[in-house]
């Protein structure tokens, strides 16, 4: 497609599963993170003078906010770059709160309240850069829990959550990001997207 497309948090799981996405549909990728290994740009996103590295000049078609960030100012000075589409990526956690049972004797540490806020938050933008920014397009992807190699005891009490019976994988993410930046979703925007299967529709 040959669209340039910004992609933070880079370098972890959903980011490498994301980058490699748009790279097959023959988009120009460029990589955001923290840590430089296949990323083009290392960038504290929690500090705005790093951000002096990343090309604004040209501008980027599709911003992809996917970095845990801290700050909602950090997400949203990279989406306002955006000439065609923002895809938001939060989390099931800033829609809904956590049940505290579920980690309890795993080796998983509940969620953070900072992590909550901040998902929160991204929620909020969403919703403020559909009606500013239009036509730019933004959208917000909420994913339940992906699987990373939980261990066996964590993963069926998660499961048993879910209506669907699983986890999530990263390819479960990355279909619904492609749909949203693609013409097939040109009059969706302001729109937050819970791919968690089933569980936050569980009372």
Known sequence: MGRRVLITGSEGHLGRALRAAFVAQGDVVTGVDSHLTDADIQCNLDKYESFGAINFTTGYDIVIC????RTWETHHSL???AKQCIVNIGSIYGVLGNDPKLYEG???PPTPA???ASKGAMVALTKWQ???LAPVRSNCICPGGIFRGH???FNRGYAAKV???RMATEDDIVGPVLF?????ARYITGQVLMVDGGLSCMA
């Open 66 to 69: 996917n970095a845990k960030c």
């Open 79 to 81: 989406a306002i770059k």
């Open 106 to 108: 795993t080796e998983v």
């Open 114 to 116: 900072w992590y909550a």
């Open 130 to 132: 559909s009606t500013n």
């Open 151 to 153: 261990s066996d005891n």
């Open 163 to 165: 209506p669907l019976g």
């Open 180 to 184: 949203l930046c693609s013409d097939a």
